[in-house]
């Protein structure tokens, strides 16, 4: 994937008028994976992955330049899904192959829920990440990171971060335990989302 | 406009585009002689274009080899032209120009070699040690404005570049300061360094800003330890002199500056804790605010109505004082402990306030509001004197600017004046200019006023906001609860005076919360 950098911000009322609360590529970035996965997953084409990707988000777009949401709530979920299934369909109803009915059968359509759920909850993930990056220094998530997440030896990642192993092991339960916090809220949020909290200490 | 290859612009002729940004195009050119040329064309749209002239004019002094050669501008009615030298090829020759900047080398090979980095950040240190000479700041460092001439790493793009202390908060999201983005100053040179340190960890793990800090797995922390704490510390706190950041890079630390600061910030919070709980207090005595400002001036001193406000802000100043003396044992306790950032301490504040019952509803919103009163608090002492019978405060007649009649009372004109001269005593012209530009012209309601300053310039924008802010704050406060719509509306409110907050934050003055305090 190619990098991307921000590009320069304007003025406070160049940014009012054009509205970029959250921009098309952030979106993008952020969940065209899910809708790209729903739509391979029903056997559409990396160009036609590409169209329900395009579409899904012009529809978000439609309603205002602004986009905002909160992806542990429920409804935003289920509302999105919706709308990726929409999608999905009209590409079938284009293509007048196969009946929209045959598509949507109800063993199959289960199965595109788990995936949905499954894919969802990688984002969910992501954001908790997200959230935890910000809640602490910049050395403390490091630490997590390297040790907890990219499993490097102790003694490695305490000399990177120029501190003792001990405080990578603080680091550690320390990061483990606001996961806990936010994956816990997450769940609260959306129970059907079941985030694993295993891994965490629970 | 637009411009299309071979066509003639400053006397080059437009070879290919190569880049477009915010305000807009860069084209590679030939000039007369046959050298590549870029030339960058801006459209005229008002304050970009202003903008880009202004950091032009500051630019026109300094000239050094690392910083990027602006070789002519020309200035029409639709556009400003600006001639600069080309970065290198990264092609070689060997297909499409594609201008060797760092963003452009990152996306051929990943990631930079510790070797080459250095290189980079030696060259780009040389040329921010000249603009900082100037007393300018670049305001834009970052991966697109690092080129290669001839070689040589060069810093681009005087777009934005002001004099230090002074502008607006421009820049780019990632690169830009918690400083600058808290609103609390203009930008100066260590906000330049914080970029370079952004810089350095897009340079050396190959990942966009967005992800700072996280590192790439398989990425080989053992040989990029310096320049991992380098940037780990040139974002953590200040670096104030190209000194230091090349300390940092011969793996040196910098002295720990962030003691002081927290305890800074603590007494900042005490102050504005303590100005919410008595600004609510004098809000609950208060029916509504255009009301009690004509009310409270109508008031004989001595009538039972002015005793019984007198009464309740005493009993309000008695809670406040037990109030602080606990909230200053708090905070004894917090400063006591070691290794907490700054989120740790608003959430830390925002569970204590909560406990206390000073602030409803939840955290985020109670930290956002704490951190806005830490920087605003010299706004809220302009709310809180509202009482003209006070004779300090009141304005006298050649202080009252032309067209405030518009306003509920005199005391609402007092409340401006004192408002502008309290948050922008310090700015540029003194107060009296400010005021001044402020009622040039205007007329009708504060509510008229508060949407013509929005139209207008930041400072008054700025103003206007925190009085909405305060408006809507105070609304919550009173209700004891957020109403549908009030957390969105507040949060926008917030973003929005974040962005445009350019002057330091005043002291806050011990004396207000004194039994002899002339406030009420």
Redesign the interface.
């Known amino acids: 994937m190619p990098l991307k950098y921000p590009t320069t911000s304007r003025t406070l009322l160049d940014r009012i008028a054009s509205g970029d609360e959250i921009s098309w590529n952030e979106f993008y970035d952020r969940y065209g994976g899910i809708v790209r996965a729903l739509a391979r997953y029903r056997g559409l084409n990396e160009a036609e992955a590409d169209d329900v990707c395009q579409q899904v988000m012009l529809q978000f777009f439609k309603q205002s330049k602004t986009f905002r949401f909160d992806p542990g709530v429920a409804r935003f979920r289920t509302y999105f899904g919706r709308i990726v299934r929409g999608r999905i369909a009209n590409v079938y109803r284009d293509r007048k192959e196969i009946p929209v009915e045959q598509v949507e059968t109800e063993p199959e359509e289960d199965r595109m829920q788990a995936l949905f759920l499954d894919e969802w909850r990688k984002l969910v993930l992501r954001e908790a990440e997200r959230e935890l990056k910000v809640r602490v220094a910049p050395e403390t998530f490091q630490a997590y990171e390297l040790y907890a997440v990219q499993n490097r030896p102790v003694k490695k990642v305490a000399a990177y971060l120029g501190c003792s192993e001990n405080q990578v092991y603080q680091a550690k339960k320390r990061c483990f335990a606001m996961m806990r916090e936010i994956l816990l809220r997450m769940n609260e949020q959306d129970p059907e989302l079941q985030l694993e909290l295993a891994r965490y200490g629970i | 406009m637009a411009y299309k290859s071979g066509e003639k612009l400053c006397g080059c002729t437009l070879l290919e585009k190569c880049g477009a ?3 807009g195009e860069v084209w590679l050119a030939e000039d007369v002689l046959g050298a590549r040329v870029a030339v960058k064309i801006i459209g005229a749209c008002g ?2 274009s202003e903008r880009e002239l202004a950091g032009l004019k500051n630019y026109r002094d300094c000239n050094h080899p690392n910083l990027l050669k602006i070789r002519f501008v020309e200035i029409t009615e639709s556009r400003i032209a600006c001639v600069m030298d080309a970065a290198d090829d990264l092609n070689g020759g060997k297909g499409p120009y594609l201008p060797d900047t760092l ?1 452009n080398r ?2 051929r090979a990943g990631r930079l070699e510790s070797k080459e980095i250095l290189a980079m950040l030696e060259g780009l240190l040389a040329g921010l040690e000249e603009l900082h000479r100037n007393g300018l700041v670049h305001r ?1 460092i ?3 404005n690092i080129l290669w001439v001839n070689g040589r790493p060069t810093l681009a793009d005087a777009g ?1 570049i002001a004099l230090e202390g002074k502008g ?7 690169f ?1 300061s918690p400083k600058l983005l808290a609103g609390r100053g203009a930008a100066d040179a260590s906000d330049d360094f914080y970029a370079l340190g952004k810089v350095i960890y ?1 340079a050396l793990t ?5 992800e ?4 790439p ?1 398989n990425m080989t ?2 040989v990029d ?1 310096v320049l ?2 380098a940037f ?1 510390e040139a ?2 706190q200040p670096v104030r002199t190209s000194e230091e950041f090349r300390s940092l890079l011969s793996g040196a ?1 910098l002295p720990d500056r962030r003691r002081a600061l927290t305890r800074k910030v603590w007494l900042f919070a005490g102050g504005a804790a303590a100005l919410l709980l008595l600004s609510a207090a004098f809000l609950l005595t208060l029916p509504k605010k255009a009301e009690t400002l004509r009310y409270v001036n109508s008031l004989p001193p001595d009538s039972p109505e002015a005793l019984e406000i007198d009464r309740q802000l005493a009993e309000a100043k008695k809670k406040l004082a037990e109030s602080q003396k606990k909230m200053q044992e708090d905070f004894d306790r917090f400063n006591s402990r070691k ?1 907490r ?1 700054l ?2 301490m608003q ?1 830390d504040a925002a569970a204590l306030f909560r406990r206390r019952g000073l602030l409803p509803g939840d955290g985020k919103f109670t930290a956002r509001l704490l951190d806005y009163e830490i920087l605003t608090q010299d706004r809220i002492l302009g709310l809180l004197m509202r009482d003209t019978r006070n004779p300090r405060l009141r304005p006298t007649d050649e202080a009252l600017p032309p067209g405030a009649d518009g306003l509920h009372s005199k005391s609402a004109q007092g409340l401006y004046g004192m408002f502008l001269s309290s948050a922008y005593g310090d700015f540029d012209g003194g107060a009296v200019e400010v005021r001044r530009a402020f009622w040039r012209g205007r007329s009708g309601t504060a509510e008229e006023i508060q949407r013509q300053m929005l139209e207008t310039d ?1 400072l008054m ?1 700025a103003l206007a906001l925190d009085l909405l802010i305060r408006e809507k704050a105070n609304a919550v406060i009173e209700a004891g609860a957020f109403r549908p719509g009030d957390k969105k509306e507040l949060g926008g409110l917030f973003r ?1 005076r974040r ?2 907050l350019d002057s330091e934050p005043m002291a806050f003055p011990d004396s207000l919360f004194a039994e002899s305090s002339p406030t009420i």
Request: hydrophobic share 25%; glycine share 14%; aromatic share 4%.
């Open positions: 940004g915010a305000y304050r970009c963003t990152l996306e834009d970052k991966p697109d934005l607006s908060l421009v820049g780019t999201p990632g830009m897009c190959g990942l966009p800003v967005g700072y800090p996280s590192i797995e922390i053992s330890a991992g704490r780990r974002c953590k630390a290794s950032n989120n740790e959430r930041p924008q929005l962005g445009l």
